[in-house]
């Protein structure tokens, strides 16, 4: 059973903090060994994900790209109709329930989209806890929506302006605040990476995902996937789909990671292609840097890929081979924007394009009796300001012929 | 015995406690640091730490933030810092740790830098973000080329951690006096005093007090209870207000200077 007790999948994970943090996460680690199998909490669990956040989501079959690439069945995990736009949900109203256990009155978070800062102010309001958002000074300028949707639900979304000024910086900035305030503070770390126990309990929350995925394409298909696609950054609705079938050696998983201008590029956010082994944020990963150890800027179209790290879980997946790691423009998931909204009529989030972007490579090389499950892991509306402004750019349609 | 044993030992027959004095290296640049070293141990430092920047210190406030960004603007690595403390070796013995994050470490070779850091002259390291727990390895070949591994105590410490944080540390242990980051504060927790004691039956080593210690009333007070007291962001910031002036240095040492008295 991975993570081991310390926190590690194989060589990546662990615990990189400051002394300050160590009970904090030993009290998380504990209440969440207490109550991971305790009845009343996975009850209670399951109410909010059913009643509140519109679990399960539905695994859609995209028929008309289907037959645009001519090749495998495509099905989209519709994890955009989760309440809040995102898979983000599934991990807050986990970890809010276990602040309420833990007694603490607080939750801060790190974002980078406005996703998980969303669905972060969301379980505040819902439970009644006081809530500080950090995000950095690029992000907030091109996810201004989800700034107001934060503010609307009565967090304070605190503009971080050191470094890069985008989900690096946030996640720094969170940290420090945590160390500080850890007493009476609960840090809701949004994606499947940082110290342990973060990877663990945000893959565990997330893995609802690849559950409900496994019943519902039996229930139609009566037999597993080939493929699981999902973009990747810190990797969280990548793990959620890929972790319930870690045992199906058959299906296959790719990680879709933001190339941004190109891998050719100085700046991209290809963790897992371009990085190497480093430390950042608490844990052994996969890491973008330069020889010296310096973490390097990232560019990326999409802010909630836009992060020169990745959780060790997926380190895991690419050492070992189980999973394959791919990439994709920030022009080629801006087309894939364009195909799914006027193909299926869905407006995906742009980290979720990432993962479409894939298909274009994968599916019409695959026979028609093959299956592709891709988590379509948010909904557009949040990038719509973003693209306007961008509309000057001219975007590719995929033709096929 | 290394310079750091000898040091705590020749203060604890003096009836003293060791002042102990941060800055971030290659802030503003490599020489004015050279320059700086030498003028912190005239001026009365008794252990320096030189801070080497990294681009993501989650450790740090805003004014130590800053100094390794103006650091970083010119590239300093380590391999820059370890020859910068073998030049100060030819003029000094000043005990020497270099403070940094576990990643640039990391990325240098833990077997290659322990051997670079003895051969420079490298007393000790601390790094923040590395418990004692994850830093096993780097103890052990640190320790095989004499070079201290301090690690850190918190105000939440549980006693259980003490013993095992006493254990894995050589030179001293650095107890962080707040929850947070570093930086100047006005005010220091009332709570130290009623710690102290805790601390010196579980750590059985010299303990040296940081983060937030900014004048000579607090170097003082916390001087009757600690082997060491530590003062970083405020010295930095008297770097950060003088840079470019011709006075930089001797400025830094009439504030060193003041903390002593
Ligand atoms: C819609 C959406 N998908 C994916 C991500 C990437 O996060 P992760 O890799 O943890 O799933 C984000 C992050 O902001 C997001 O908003």
Same mark, same amino acid.
């Given at each position: 059973?991975?993570?081991?007790?310390?926190?590690?999948?194989?060589?990546?994970?662990?615990?990189?903090?400051?002394?300050?943090?160590?009970?904090?996460?030993?009290?998380?680690?504990?209440?969440?060994?207490?109550?991971?199998?305790?009845?009343?909490?996975?009850?209670?669990?399951?109410?909010?994900?059913?009643?509140?956040?519109?679990?399960?989501?539905?695994?859609?079959?995209?028929?008309?790209?289907?037959?645009?690439?001519?090749?495998?069945?495509?099905?989209?995990?519709?994890?955009?109709?989760?309440?809040?736009?995102?898979?983000?949900?599934?991990?807050?109203?986990?970890?809010?329930?276990?602040?309420?256990?833990?007694?603490?009155?607080?939750?801060?978070?790190?974002?980078?989209?406005?996703?998980?800062?969303?669905?972060?102010?969301?379980?505040?309001?819902?439970?009644?806890?006081?809530?500080?958002?950090?995000?950095?000074?690029?992000?907030?300028?091109?996810?201004?929506?989800?700034?107001?949707?934060?503010?609307?639900?009565?967090?304070?979304?605190?503009?971080?302006?050191?470094?890069?000024?985008? =989900?690096?910086? %946030?996640?720094?900035?969170? $940290?420090? /605040?945590?160390?500080?305030? +850890?007493?009476? &503070? #609960?840090?809701?770390?949004?994606?499947?990476?940082?110290?342990?126990?973060?990877?663990?309990?945000?893959?565990?929350?997330?893995?609802?995902?690849?559950?409900?995925?496994?019943?519902?394409?039996?229930?139609?298909?009566?037999?597993?996937?080939?493929?699981?696609?999902?973009?990747?950054?810190?990797?969280?609705?990548?793990?959620?789909?890929?972790?319930?079938?870690?045992?199906?050696?058959?299906?296959?998983?790719?990680?879709?990671?933001?190339?941004?201008?190109?891998?050719?590029?100085?700046?991209?956010?290809?963790?897992?292609?371009?990085?190497?082994?480093?430390? =950042?944020?608490? %844990?052994?990963?996969?890491? $973008?840097? /330069?020889?010296?150890?310096? +973490?390097?800027? &990232? #560019?990326?179209?999409?802010?909630?890929?836009?992060?020169?790290?990745?959780?060790?879980?997926?380190?895991?997946?690419?050492?070992?081979?189980?999973?394959?790691?791919?990439?994709?423009?920030?022009?080629?998931?801006?087309?894939?924007?364009?195909?799914?909204?006027?193909?299926?009529?869905?407006?995906?989030?742009?980290?979720?394009?990432?993962?479409?972007?894939?298909?274009?490579?994968?599916?019409?090389?695959?026979?028609?009796?093959?299956?592709?499950?891709?988590?379509?892991?948010?909904?557009?509306?949040?990038?719509?300001?973003?693209?306007?402004?961008?509309?000057?750019?001219?975007?590719?349609?995929?033709?096929?012929? | 015995?290394?310079?750091?044993?000898?040091?705590?030992?020749?203060?604890?027959?003096?009836?003293?406690?060791?002042?102990?004095?941060?800055?971030?290296?290659?802030?503003?640049?490599?020489?004015?640091?050279?320059?700086?070293?030498?003028?912190?141990?005239?001026?009365?430092?008794?252990?320096?730490?030189?801070?080497?920047?990294?681009?993501?210190?989650?450790?740090?406030?805003?004014?130590?933030?800053?100094?390794?960004?103006?650091?970083?603007?010119?590239?300093?690595?380590?391999?820059?810092?370890?020859?910068?403390?073998?030049?100060?070796?030819?003029?000094?013995?000043?005990?020497?740790?270099?403070?940094?994050?576990?990643?640039?470490?990391?990325?240098?070779?833990?077997?290659?830098?322990?051997?670079?850091?003895?051969?420079?002259?490298?007393?000790?390291?601390?790094?923040?973000?590395?418990?004692?727990?994850?830093?096993?390895?780097?103890?052990?070949?640190?320790?095989?080329?004499?070079?201290?591994?301090?690690?850190?105590?918190?105000?939440?410490?549980?006693?259980?951690?003490?013993?095992?944080?006493?254990?894995?540390?050589?030179?001293?242990?650095?107890?962080?006096?707040?929850?947070?980051?570093?930086?100047?504060?006005?005010?220091?927790?009332?709570?130290?005093?009623?710690?102290?004691?805790?601390?010196?039956?579980?750590?059985?080593?010299?303990?040296?007090?940081?983060?937030?210690?900014?004048?000579?009333?607090?170097?003082?007070?916390?001087?009757?209870?600690?082997?060491?007291?530590?003062?970083?962001?405020?010295?930095?910031?008297?770097?950060?207000?003088?840079?470019?002036?011709?006075?930089?240095?001797?400025?830094?040492?009439?504030?060193?200077?003041?903390?002593?008295?």
């Amino acid at each position: 059973m991975l993570p081991d007790k310390n926190g590690y999948f194989g060589i990546f994970g662990g615990k990189y903090v400051p002394e300050t943090l160590v009970p904090a996460l030993e009290e998380l680690a504990a209440i969440y060994r207490q109550v991971k199998n305790d009845v009343v909490f996975k009850k209670e669990l399951h109410y909010y994900l059913t009643t509140y956040a519109g679990r399960p989501t539905p695994l859609y079959f995209a028929k008309n790209l289907t037959l645009l690439y001519g090749g495998a069945k495509i099905y989209l995990k519709r994890e955009d109709l989760a309440h809040t736009g995102a898979h983000k949900i599934n991990n807050t109203i986990g970890q809010a329930l276990l602040t309420l256990r833990m007694g603490k009155k607080r939750i801060i978070a790190e974002t980078g989209a406005g996703q998980h800062g969303v669905a972060v102010a969301t379980v505040a309001a819902l439970f009644k806890l006081q809530c500080d958002v950090y995000m950095g000074a690029e992000d907030i300028e091109r996810q201004k929506l989800n700034v107001y949707r934060m503010q609307k639900l009565g967090t304070k979304v605190i503009a971080v302006t050191s470094g890069t000024q985008t =989900l690096k910086d %946030a996640m720094n900035e969170a $940290l420090r /605040d945590w160390v500080t305030n +850890v007493r009476t &503070t #609960h840090y809701m770390l949004g994606s499947c990476a940082g110290p342990h126990p973060f990877p663990l309990i945000v893959r565990d929350f997330q893995a609802v995902i690849g559950r409900e995925a496994k019943k519902q394409i039996l229930r139609v298909e009566k037999r597993w996937p080939d493929y699981l696609l999902a973009c990747v950054n810190g990797g969280s609705n990548a793990i959620g789909l890929f972790y319930p079938f870690y045992n199906a050696k058959k299906v296959k998983f790719i990680g879709v990671e933001a190339a941004g201008a190109g891998m050719n590029k100085p700046h991209t956010a290809a963790t897992l292609s371009k990085g190497t082994i480093g430390i =950042l944020h608490g %844990a052994k990963s996969y890491l $973008l840097q /330069d020889k010296d150890g310096q +973490v390097s800027p &990232t #560019h990326s179209i999409a802010a909630g890929l836009d992060y020169p790290g990745v959780g060790p879980e997926h380190s895991y997946y690419k050492y070992t081979g189980r999973a394959e790691y791919v990439s994709a423009t920030d022009q080629e998931a801006l087309a894939a924007f364009d195909l799914l909204a006027q193909q299926e009529g869905i407006l995906p989030a742009l980290e979720s394009s990432h993962a479409l972007a894939y298909l274009r490579k994968l599916a019409p090389k695959l026979d028609h009796n093959k299956i592709i499950i891709v988590c379509l892991s948010g909904r557009g509306d949040k990038d719509m300001e973003q693209l306007k402004e961008k509309s000057n750019i001219k975007m590719t349609i995929y033709d096929p012929k | 015995m290394n310079r750091i044993d000898l040091k705590f030992k020749r203060l604890k027959a003096e009836g003293r406690s060791a002042l102990i004095t941060y800055i971030c290296a290659g802030d503003p640049t490599l020489h004015i640091t050279y320059e700086l070293v030498l003028e912190l141990e005239r001026s009365g430092a008794d252990i320096i730490e030189l801070g080497v920047p990294f681009s993501d210190p989650i450790a740090d406030g805003p004014t130590i933030q800053r100094a390794a960004q103006r650091s970083l603007k010119h590239h300093t690595s380590l391999s820059d810092i370890l020859e910068l403390v073998r030049k100060i070796r030819q003029k000094s013995q000043v005990p020497i740790l270099l403070m940094t994050y576990f990643n640039p470490v990391y990325q240098f070779g833990l077997e290659k830098l322990a051997r670079a850091a003895a051969g420079s002259g490298v007393d000790g390291f601390i790094i923040p973000d590395l418990l004692p727990e994850s830093g096993r390895e780097i103890s052990r070949i640190l320790r095989k080329h004499k070079v201290d591994p301090v690690f850190l105590v918190s105000p939440l410490t549980s006693s259980k951690r003490l013993g095992m944080i006493n254990r894995n540390s050589s030179g001293f242990v650095y107890y962080v006096s707040v929850t947070g980051v570093t930086g100047a504060r006005a005010g220091l927790p009332r709570d130290i005093a009623q710690r102290a004691p805790e601390l010196k039956k579980m750590i059985k080593k010299p303990i040296a007090v940081g983060f937030g210690v900014s004048a000579a009333r607090q170097v003082a007070a916390l001087s009757a209870w600690f082997a060491g007291v530590i003062v970083g962001s405020a010295i930095v910031s008297i770097i950060e207000k003088n840079i470019g002036k011709k006075d930089l240095v001797a400025k830094v040492g009439r504030f060193v200077k003041s903390l002593k008295s």
